[in-house]
């Protein structure tokens, strides 16, 4: 029978499969920066953003080269409901999975897990972090094709498309989403 895990749920089954401190301290970045999202669009369902955040790249760490795809299976297995897992491999839509994105929610784990990755890796290079960092000065590292050269600009602007917005108001969001949700 499946079921819909709450975050600490999620966490606990993404640890079954992960032992990377980078990845799970990803899967709790996307999960919170979900929440933030969920919390202005979607607020009834945050939890479920939450959950989907945090199980997103489940299979990433033991099956690189299978990403997306053992990840339904995995998620099967762990008898995770079908509209969370629809949406964990929707993210990888065009790179490693044919499942498109459809609802808002799907659209922004697609757009937020690139970005995140930009967003904090710009903040790594700055004495105050996230704690004043403004979108133009990621805006200006998104520019600058060789600045963390593994985040794809190309799937940031597809997200930022998908969702109807503004390249910089998807950064401001994101932005503030993890500067007011810090993962420890
Ligand atoms: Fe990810």
Redesign the pocket.
Known sequence: MSYIPTPGQALEVLKKYNRDEFHIH??KT?SAVMGSFAREYDPENEEFWKSVGML??ID?ELYPDQHCVKALEILHDEDIDEDMIHAVVS?GYGICSDVAPEKFMEKVLFAV??L??LIGAAALMRPTGISDMEAKSVMKKFKDKKFAAGCSREVISRGAEMLEMELKDLMDKTITAMRDNPVE
Request: charged share 25%.
């Open positions: 990803h899967a996307v997103h790249d990433f993210h897990d690139e995140t990755g």
